[in-house]
């Protein structure tokens, strides 16, 4: 996410000074200097930030995307650079006390309580269930889940502990509605709207972020008034020179703030889809901004749509991936982000850092840019290695039960009777050249659509793809002689989707590793 501020810096001709604990960080060749500094400790990016004062002068310092806005602000503070107040950033960092300036300002905002330590089951809430559980200081929707009862409540706040460095958990009232994105640029108090996204949630109870779509396609009243909350929360935090994120929701009782961030966002959304979509560049201004100017060429170019949407996995460790190069190529996309590669362990997504890859289009044409990074996503296969026991552990699961992570496919109540009255198949590695389908119909002629919109029959495709199996249907079903597929197969890839096919082939095929 810091790619595009390290290159527009550099562009403007700056001398870039790239900072992290991490010293193979994928963006450390776009800086001019890299120094290797964790971001948690203030003061040592503070001692940084003055040796270079004293060699050759400072700036400004920023960043985008990561939650360590209070680091930035702290050493903007200390060496009196542009930037925004240390006190405005730990509570724009510190869920417990963002709500409390919300709640200070009358702005409209869950009701909330934070704990510092683990729950037991029988705890109670001042407000009724369902409930959202956060560590008050993460990203990423890292240890948030959505929670239904006390027993579950008490599970949550002990997982949400893991991810807190400050070791406390807030739990809020849960807010039902369409969630939306926003991006601003703060300069003198004067707050510059930066893009509109709708946020594409999935995978309850998690919140799982499959994409954003901007600008959103709302009513211009409800835009106001989610804007102006937007604004007025901005001010409550005392964010008046800098970036701000936040995520609102329309609801029953009218617009209520999720967060805001002093920073610009992460998710592909400040440094991609907005200019994509508008021709701006949020993260020049921001630049600008911490170089104590005013950030200028913030009027929009163009109106386009710019469609970001992500990969995903069944549990596993990868054995191979095709259709990257195809999705490149694609009609209207820009990008392809693979975070994956062959090797890599895999996980079905709980928060929005364990997600495989994403996509992003951009089209005049609303319906182009969507359907071009929605075709994309679906044109990616990834293969798992098999024998393994993770992938082996998930796809054991029965289908149509109630699980996380959840089946591929919904499937019908009443065709579950009939899914376990198919034969058995007698694929094995000695047959596995050809085999058959033992037919289905009942589901293959659904309107079912797998985690990422894929019909049954363009799963059957995608896994003719990976085998190389033709798979027709068996014709003969008296035929014993014939190799088929019949009710483990079907229990596979309703499952696990095509991956999970593929893998109930491989394994039976014999071992796929790397």
Not at 66 to 71: E, K, N
Not at 414 to 431: I, R, S, V
Request: charged share 20%; glycine share 8%; aromatic share 8%.
């Amino acid at each position: 996410m810091q790619g595009p501020a390290l290159k527009i810096a550099r562009e403007m001709g700056l001398e870039v000074v790239a900072v992290d604990a991490d010293d193979s960080a994928v963006n450390i060749p776009l800086a001019d200097r890299f120094v290797k500094v964790d971001l948690k400790d203030r003061e040592g990016v503070e001692a940084l930030a003055r040796s270079l004062v004293n060699d050759g002068g400072l700036g400004g310092i920023m960043t985008a995307g990561t939650d360590f806005s209070s680091t930035v602000a702290w050493v903007a503070e200390k060496l009196a650079l542009s930037g925004i107040g240390f006190e405005a950033a730990l509570d724009a960092s510190d869920k417990g006390r963002m709500r409390e300036r919300f709640k200070a300002a009358l702005l409209p905002s869950p009701d909330f309580v934070v704990f510092d330590k683990p729950l037991s089951s029988g705890i109670s809430l001042p407000f009724p269930f369902p409930a959202v559980v956060k560590p008050v200081d993460n990203m990423g929707a890292r240890g948030c889940r959505r929670v239904d009862s006390a027993e579950e409540l008490a599970a949550a706040v002990k997982n949400a502990f893991r991810f807190s460095r400050l070791s406390q958990v807030i739990v809020e009232e849960y807010m039902e509605g369409p969630e939306l994105s926003v991006d601003a640029l703060v300069y003198q108090g004067e707050v510059t709207i930066c893009g509109l996204a709708e946020r594409h949630i999935c995978f309850p109870p998690y919140f799982i972020e499959m994409g954003h779509t901007m600008p959103a396609s709302i009513d211009p009243d409800i835009m106001s008034l989610l804007l102006e909350t937007f604004r007025k929360g901005i001010h409550a935090l005392g964010i008046t020179n800098g970036a701000a994120k936040g995520d609102i929701k329309f609801t029953a009782k009218g617009p209520m703030i999720g967060e805001i961030a002093a920073r610009l966002s992460g998710g592909y959304m400040s440094g991609w889809t907005y200019p994509y979509s508008s021709g701006v560049l949020p993260t020049k201004g921001a630049i600008q901004i911490a170089l104590g100017q005013k950030p200028r060429g913030l009027k929009p170019l163009w109106n386009w749509t710019s469609a970001e949407r992500a990969f995903i996995s069944i549990p596993g460790k990868i054995h191979s991936i095709q259709g990257l190069e195809m999705a490149k190529t694609s009609p209207w996309v820009k990008d392809v982000f693979s975070l994956v590669k062959p090797g890599s362990e895999v996980i079905f997504p709980e928060n929005n850092v364990t997600k495989c890859g994403n996509v992003i289009s951009a089209a005049r044409n609303r319906e182009d840019a969507v359907l071009s990074a929605e075709s994309a996503v679906r044109s990616i296969l990834i293969r798992l290695q098999a024998p393994n026991e993770a992938t082996s552990a998930f796809l054991s699961s029965p289908p149509g039960e109630k699980n996380f992570p959840p089946d591929a496919f919904y499937i019908d109540p009443l065709l579950l009777p009939l899914l376990e009255a198919l034969p058995e198949g007698n694929l094995n590695a000695e047959n596995a050249s050809a085999c058959s389908l033992f037919p289905f119909p009942g589901f293959t002629e659904s309107s079912a659509k797998d985690y990422l919109g894929r019909s049954v029959k363009e799963s059957l495709e995608a896994l003719r793809t990976l085998t190389g199996l033709e798979l027709p249907p068996l014709e003969d079903k008296q035929d014993s002689q014939s190799a088929f597929l019949g009710r483990s197969f079907w229990r596979a890839l309703i499952r696990g989707g095509y991956q999970g096919a593929a893998y109930y082939i491989d394994s039976l095929r014999g071992e796929r590793e790397i």
